[in-house]
């Protein structure tokens, strides 16, 4: 079993729409959630953390759910600048910066 | 931030052969990190790179494969030895920082790599 699991997608969605990915993780002692984004041929970059309380950033909402190793991520009011790849990131020690990625869920906004 | 650059940005190579990639970031960190990026897949950690010592291998990686050096603490450089195919790939750098949003990482723009 993966350790960080994505649905691959892809997600096609039209300008506007709202678009949630989830990801689940294996291990119960991570401390430390992110949602990357990687455009094609690119670096990942850090889009958000993740907080237990939940958090937005404009357009983006991240949540984090412990009990069921569960991390979503919702983008309202889709862009076609958002088309790239979404990376679910997970950090097992806090005072580590070694990451795990999940294989990504590819989303293509279309006009 | 952090930025991060790597050398040489794509490369074509035969089986058997050896290629060191090079990571110069432009200010001092103290966490270097090299991560492989196979075709259709996310990332997969290599091994961090710690200055003045040998690197820290994941598991499925060795040093005899993927030598590692860290001479000072803005420069890294990885060696992909004697090639195969299966070795097509991003390899990329990264490193770690302190900072408002706690301890993020950045990555260099990677190098395209081509084993025939």
């Known amino acids: 079993r993966k350790e960080v699991e994505q649905d691959p997608g892809p997600f096609n969605v039209p300008e506007g729409a709202t678009v949630a990915f989830n990801c689940t993780y294996s291990n119960s002692a991570s401390q430390s959630f992110f949602w990357y984004r990687q455009d094609c041929r690119k670096e990942p970059k850090l889009l958000m953390s993740?907080?237990?309380s939940g958090n937005e950033d404009g357009r983006f909402t991240a949540q984090l759910n412990r009990a069921s190793q569960y991390i979503s991520l919702l983008i309202r009011d889709s862009k076609l600048s958002d088309s790239a790849t979404y990376l679910c990131v997970v950090r097992v020690v806090d005072s580590s910066y070694k990451l795990i990625f999940g294989s990504g869920t590819r989303l293509l906004v279309r006009p | 931030s952090a930025v991060i650059s790597q050398k040489p940005s794509r490369d074509i190579c035969q089986r058997g052969t050896s290629l060191t990639i090079q990571c110069q970031v432009d200010?001092?960190?103290?966490?270097m990190f090299w991560y492989r990026q196979q075709p259709g897949q996310s990332l997969t950690l290599i091994a961090t790179a710690n200055q003045g010592s040998e690197a820290t291998y994941e598991s499925g990686f060795v040093i005899d494969k993927f030598p590692i050096s860290r001479p000072n603490l803005t420069f890294s450089t990885l060696t992909v030895s004697n090639m195969s195919p299966e070795d097509s790939s991003i390899y990329l750098c990264?490193?770690?920082?302190?900072?408002?949003?706690?301890?993020?990482?950045?990555f260099g723009p990677g190098t395209r790599l081509t084993v025939l």
């Open positions: 990264s490193v770690g920082k302190a900072g408002g949003r706690g301890n993020e990482q950045f």
């Open positions: 993740v907080y237990s």
């Open positions: 200010s001092q960190v103290t966490m």
